[in-house]
């Protein structure tokens, strides 16, 4: 049974909680720090074997003849796969269900309108190789050594095809055609807003600034590197997959697509995943492939990326070239914007959520009358991108924020009063953007007068004269941002209270290291009025979790939570009518608080564990498990987590070295249910918003269309010595669309990173003649930007 | 990996004899090179000759003229030994900005010699400082030793023994780090030695190469200032996604300046 909740709710009391709201150490980290955790490539099974993939070294070539001969005849091979052979197998694709489609998404089209053509992902291609790394045959052998040499020996006879990288050059006339089905390599193209009114006020507008923002390309690399281990039973004819990702059931759905099985005779595994920020939301060849050479083979398969392949060949990041236009009258206030947003989609569509997310939000915290945008994305060579750790948010607010600072300078104003002035107020919350979004709630210049107090913004000028003295300069950064948590809207949660004293939560999302083990304990043990070590989550086994919608576009505390509520609440009539029974008496003589049911004006009183106990005493020779209660949702309201940042940066002038000396973050969460773990998202927030501003950088060889970032040498992660000690800070306003008031964290500040850093090394340069400098800000580009604006 | 022996002799004679008996084998001394080649198949050796207990190799001669590290120090035990930093405190700056802590536990002053990478660290600090390379059949100095882009005058079967290091009047080494690996982008070490000024260059070309444009200059005069307005010629250096030509040879006179002023400061 699906209940479409009530969407005004009174967010709960604060005095309601005992647990929630407090910096609850992690219960998961013990496990985890002891090597006790439960990875993917911490399984294996008796008589397993290993999958290795031969993969492209060309970015497009057509693939003639595979000759595998020879390295069938190896050592311990025990076969090598085709394309030709998915396809003799009745294998179908993988259908990742690329275009956003919550009601309250924009939809995506082709050029013209139309259904979007996404480039059909097969296991493995037929065709031709799309980019480099891209997974053309796979031998699986005895041990992994034989497995590597006998891929040394599969031959494959390429024609390799003129490539393209780069999505500005992809849709000129003449560019590289990726798929034949799309000549231009325009896949989408779609105008949002109200292009009458925009044109209407740029044309009355006294300023027009323009700019254009390459967000460069960036890739995940988390700790553990994607994995699969594949079984099958012959007996019952069920495929069991081990593999690391934001959400076990719908991998279970889209895998059982390209096999072209029933779902039901698809188990996915995933327990404790090693990193994700989106990489591994979505299905990869490798999972449908030991799955279906298990069956083939009859023993189990084990794949395992390297590092390298895992830079070759994980989804991507980001890559949208953004150019914006924003209107102001005389006095700044903010009149229009208009955007055309380019998303480089890859070889092919596996996720339009970059495109889809950061489209209505280009206005982002900014009352902007009337706007218009243009979200349109093109194929190219490239690994395909997908949604990256604030999907499609860091590259329109990077945009914004940007576009706003050289308003500013250029015209005259002072960049925070600029943004002031126009700010949506809370008194405008719920606030409608010109697209037809509504922002749920937020103060947005409360965040920015603590971020300003924080960062002690108004005593810059004497820290930047020291530092002069040092022969450096010191700049600052400011930047709002909004973002939205909208996400997969169904989420079921089953719960069992056993008499022996303990509480079971089966959830569907997926942690993938935000502590959900603790968290959602937490919300379940003071909406039950117990303690929290009474309280296990369960996730990660399709066969126990039935639905769900996993972890992704901070979806998973509001959504847990809201879940959790709505199961108790239902638990509560429950218990009420069974005490009721028990005793004797009318349900409305029954009273509950703070974990217990008390006859009112009487002595008797049960806890939700002797209700569990005579539940179960009641069931007699039947289910003797407890209460239990099955509640499943739908919530298709997003909310809109808001914040700030500030930032202080310290440039050489003559090496063009960047050193962050001051990062302050304000976030709006919305309840923040353990500020431990959301302090913690908000620092790795900032690092992975930093990463892409001044080191990470997916390159590629504009002479020969090969990736050369393709490993920890040349791709530059940031590190702990590289940040400063973060000044955090939180601006709770709950969220009145769910009853625990949450919004989400863990994406925030990567959203507003970006933008804040670069606006405060422009800011330290500005003098030399320097307006921009594109991403990333590495010692290299902020000297040739310092040269180019000396000229 | 693909397979290959493993041996661990005692003496330099049975390295090297072991060493002739197989042309595909080849010393391993900390690893932190050789291992990452092997693990990613690019290279296969058919023997590793495990120089771990070759005696001999981890011995110290300290001088005060000349301090003679063997080969196999490792750039730990270079970058924390007082012996060493009271008479070449550059060489300590060199060895404690080699990787990470695990890297410096492993890798050797032999092997970084012997792997000539462009861009590291020690081939900078020998040519700058003027070090004698001991081999097991002759001594060689740095200005002899290093060719381009991996490359060194050491036969298949000659082994590393040691590096002597004559202690300069003031010295100091420099490095730009690349964001990512962290190894020089560009590397600068100045030194005032009793023959001379020598300013050696790491990462910015093909290979370390001594900067005597720079070298010229501070001769006839030890200071920073000397060097402003030199301008450093682009030509043959390295261009790649973390800095030009022209980018590098900036680099290279910012840090030979900063070098010297620092070099001049160190003095004791
Ligand atoms: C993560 C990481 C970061 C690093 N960062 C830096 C850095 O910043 N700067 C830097 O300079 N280096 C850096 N290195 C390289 C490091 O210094 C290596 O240790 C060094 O280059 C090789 O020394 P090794 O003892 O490990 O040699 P091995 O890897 O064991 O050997 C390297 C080569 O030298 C040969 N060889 C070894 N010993 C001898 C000998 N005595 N005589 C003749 N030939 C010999 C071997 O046969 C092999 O061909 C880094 C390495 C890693 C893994």
């Given at each position: ?8 709710f ?15 150490a992690r ?7 002891t ?13 397993q074997?290993?999958?290795v993939?031969v993969?492209?070294?060309?970015p ?5 003849r ?9 050592p311990?091979?025990?076969?090598i ?6 396809r003799?197998?009745?294998?179908g ?6 275009v956003?489609?919550?009601?309250s998404?924009?939809?995506?089209t082709?050029?013209g ?10 296991l493995?291609p037929v065709?031709?190789a ?6 053309i045959?796979?031998?699986?052998a005895?041990s992994?050594?034989?497995?590597l ?21 992809a849709i000129r006339?003449g560019a590289p ?22 044109d209407a006020?740029?044309?009355s507008a006294a ?6 923002f ?5 890739t995940a690399?988390p ?10 039973d ?19 759905r ?24 989106g990489?591994?939301?979505?299905v990869?060849?490798e999972?449908g ?10 023993r ?5 990326a390297?590092?390298?392949?895992s830079f070759l ?5 980001r890559?949208?070239l ?16 208009r955007?055309s ?33 243009r979200?349109?994305a ?7 991108t997908?949604?990256?750790r ?15 600072d ?22 405008e919350?719920?606030?409608t ?7 749920d709630?937020?103060?947005y210049?409360?965040?920015?007068d ?6 002690d913004?108004?005593g ?10 040092r ?11 909004v ?9 079921r949660?089953?719960?069992t ?8 939560v089966?959830v569907?999302?997926?942690p993938?290291?935000q502590?959900?083990?603790t ?11 117990i ?6 989550i ?20 509001r ?19 069974l005490a009721?029974?028990v005793w004797?008496?009318e ?14 004006g ?5 806890d ?5 106990a005579?539940?179960?005493e009641?069931?007699?020779?039947g ?8 509640h ?8 809109f ?10 440039v050489?002038t003559?090496t ?7 990062y302050?973050a ?10 431990l ?14 990463g ?5 950088q ?17 791709y ?5 010595d590289?940040?400063p ?9 709950p ?11 863990g ?10 850093i ?10 030399l003649?320097?307006?921009?400098i ?6 290299f ?5 310092i040269r180019d604006?000396?000229? | ?10 003496s ?8 002739r ?13 050789l291992?990452?080649?092997m ?12 120089l ?22 490792s750039?730990?035990?270079?970058a924390?030994?007082?012996e ?8 300590s700056?060199v ?8 890297v ?18 020690y ?20 200005d002899?030793f ?34 990512g690996s ?13 023959d ?6 790491t990462?910015a ?16 005069d ?21 800095g ?5 040879a900036?680099?290279t ?7 010297t002023a ?7």
């Amino acid at each position: 049974m699906t209940d479409e909740l009530e969407l005004k709710f009174d967010a709960l009391a604060v005095g309601a909680f005992k647990s929630v709201g407090r910096p609850v150490a992690r219960r998961e980290d013990l496990r985890l720090i002891t090597g006790k955790g439960r990875f993917t490539d911490d399984f294996n099974e008796p008589g397993q074997v290993v999958a290795v993939l031969v993969r492209s070294p060309y970015p497009h070539a057509r693939i003639n003849r595979i000759d595998s001969d020879t390295a069938k005849q190896m050592p311990g091979v025990l076969a090598i796969y085709t394309g030709e052979d998915c396809r003799a197998d009745g294998l179908g694709i993988i259908s990742h269900s690329p275009v956003p489609s919550t009601r309250s998404d924009l939809k995506l089209t082709a050029p013209g309108g139309g259904a979007i053509f996404e480039g059909p992902h097969a296991l493995l291609p037929v065709d031709k190789a799309r980019h480099v790394g891209e997974g053309i045959a796979m031998v699986v052998a005895e041990s992994h050594r034989q497995a590597l040499d006998a891929a040394e020996h599969v031959r494959v006879d390429y024609e390799p095809l003129p490539w393209v990288a780069d999505s500005a050059v992809a849709i000129r006339d003449g560019a590289p055609t990726v798929w034949d089905e799309v000549p231009n390599n325009v896949c989408v193209d779609t105008r949002f807003g109200d292009t009458a009114a925009t044109d209407a006020a740029f044309a009355s507008a006294a300023h027009v600034i323009e700019m254009e923002f390459p967000i460069q390309r960036v890739t995940a690399t988390p700790l553990e590197p994607r994995a699969a281990l594949g079984q099958y039973d012959e007996a019952s004819g069920r495929y069991t997959l081990n593999a690391g990702s934001n959400g076990a059931v719908t991998h279970k759905r889209q895998i059982a697509g390209a096999l072209n099985v029933d779902p039901e005779n698809i188990r996915v595994l995933c327990f404790d995943v090693g990193g994700n920020f989106g990489t591994k939301n979505r299905v990869y060849v490798e999972f449908g492939l030991v799955l279906w050479a298990a069956r083939k083979i009859g023993r189990p398969v084990k794949f395992l990326a390297t590092r390298s392949e895992s830079f070759l060949s994980d989804y991507q990041g980001r890559d949208l070239l953004t150019r914006v236009e924003l209107a102001l009258d005389a006095d700044g206030t903010f009149l229009a914007y208009r955007a055309s947003n380019l998303s480089n989609v890859g070889a092919r569509i596996v996720s339009l959520s970059p495109l889809g997310k950061g489209a209505p939000l280009v206005t982002g915290s900014y009352r902007i009358p009337a706007a218009e945008v243009r979200a349109w994305a093109a194929f190219t060579t490239t690994t395909p991108t997908q949604a990256y750790r604030s999907s499609g948010r860091p590259e329109v607010i990077h945009a914004l924020e940007r576009i706003i600072d050289t308003a500013a300078h250029r015209l005259g104003f002072d960049p925070i009063a600029l943004r002031r002035k126009n700010l949506v107020s809370s008194e405008e919350m719920p606030y409608t953007n010109a697209f037809g979004i509504t922002y749920d709630s937020g103060d947005y210049i409360k965040s920015m007068d603590i971020a300003l107090r924080l960062a002690d913004w108004d005593g810059f000028e004497a820290r930047a004269l020291a530092v002069r003295e040092r022969g450096l300069r010191l700049g600052r950064g400011f930047a709002n941002y909004v973002e939205s948590s909208i996400g997969a809207p169904r989420e079921r949660v089953d719960m069992t209270i056993s008499p022996a004293g303990r509480v079971e939560v089966v959830v569907g999302t997926q942690p993938t290291g935000q502590g959900h083990e603790t968290s959602f304990a937490q919300v379940t043990a003071d909406l039950l009025g117990i303690d929290a070590n009474a309280v296990d989550i369960v996730y990660g086994d399709t066969d126990i979790v039935a639905e769900g919608g996993g972890s992704h576009s901070g979806r998973s505390m509001r959504h847990a939570s809201t879940a959790i509520y709505g199961a108790i609440e239902k638990l509560k009539v429950y218990a009420i009518e069974l005490a009721a029974d028990v005793w004797g008496i009318e349900t409305q003589a029954i009273g509950y608080g703070d974990g217990r049911f008390v006859e009112t004006g009487g002595a008797r009183r049960f806890d939700w564990f002797e209700l569990a106990a005579l539940e179960a005493e009641r069931a007699g020779g039947g289910d003797q498990r407890g209460l239990r209660i099955s509640h499943s949702h739908e919530m298709h309201t997003p909310v809109f987590p808001n914040g700030c940042a500030a930032c202080e940066v310290e440039v050489d002038t003559e090496t063009g070295f960047v050193r962050i000396t001051k990062y302050v973050a304000v976030d709006d969460v919305g309840r923040v249910i353990n500020p431990l773990i959301v302090d913690g998202q908000t620092h790795g927030s900032i690092a992975t918003g930093a990463g892409q501003a001044l080191w990470e950088q997916c390159y590629t060889d504009p002479d020969s269309g090969q990736p050369l970032s393709g490993s920890f040498m040349d791709y530059g992660i940031p590190r702990a010595d590289e940040m400063p000690s973060f000044i955090t800070a939180f601006n709770e306003v709950p969220s009145p669309t769910n009853p625990l008031g949450v919004k989400s964290g863990g994406e925030g500040p990567t959203t507003a990173a970006l933008a804040v850093i670069i606006n405060a090394i422009v800011d330290a340069l500005r003098d030399l003649g320097v307006d921009d400098i594109p991403m990333p800000a590495t010692p290299f580009q902020v000297w040739q930007s310092i040269r180019d604006a000396q000229g | 990996m693909y397979p290959f022996e493993y041996v661990r002799p005692a003496s330099v004679e049975e390295a090297i004899g072991l060493r002739r008996a197989d042309a595909g084998a080849q010393w391993l001394a900390g690893g932190m090179t050789l291992l990452p080649s092997m693990k990613l198949r690019l290279a296969a050796p058919s023997q590793l000759i495990d120089l771990t207990d070759v005696e001999g190799l981890d011995e110290w001669s300290i001088g005060d003229e000349h301090i003679v590290l063997g080969s196999m120090s490792s750039h730990r035990r270079v970058a924390e030994a007082d012996e060493v930093r009271t008479r070449i405190q550059a060489l300590s700056t060199v060895a404690a900005g080699i990787g990470d802590p695990q890297v410096r536990n492993r890798g050797t002053l032999g092997g970084s010699i012997a792997n000539n990478d462009p861009a590291a660290d020690y081939p900078a600090a020998l040519l700058g400082l003027g070090a004698t390379i001991r081999t097991s059949q002759r001594e060689i100095s740095a200005d002899e030793f290093f060719k381009d882009f991996f490359e060194t005058v050491l036969e298949d079967d000659e082994l590393v023994v040691a590096v002597s290091f004559p202690v300069p009047r003031r010295a100091a080494y420099l490095k730009f780090r690349t964001p990512g690996s962290r190894y020089a982008l560009v590397g600068v070490m100045v030194a005032e030695t009793r023959d001379g000024v020598r300013v050696a260059v790491t990462g910015a070309g093909p290979g370390v190469y001594r900067a005597t444009q720079l070298e010229t200059a501070l001769a006839e005069d030890f200071r920073p200032e000397a060097l402003v307005g030199l301008d450093m010629s682009p030509d043959g250096l390295n261009a790649d996604m973390h800095g030009s030509p022209e980018y590098r040879a900036h680099l290279t006179g910012v840090l030979a300046r900063r070098a010297t002023a620092q070099a001049i400061a160190c003095e004791n």
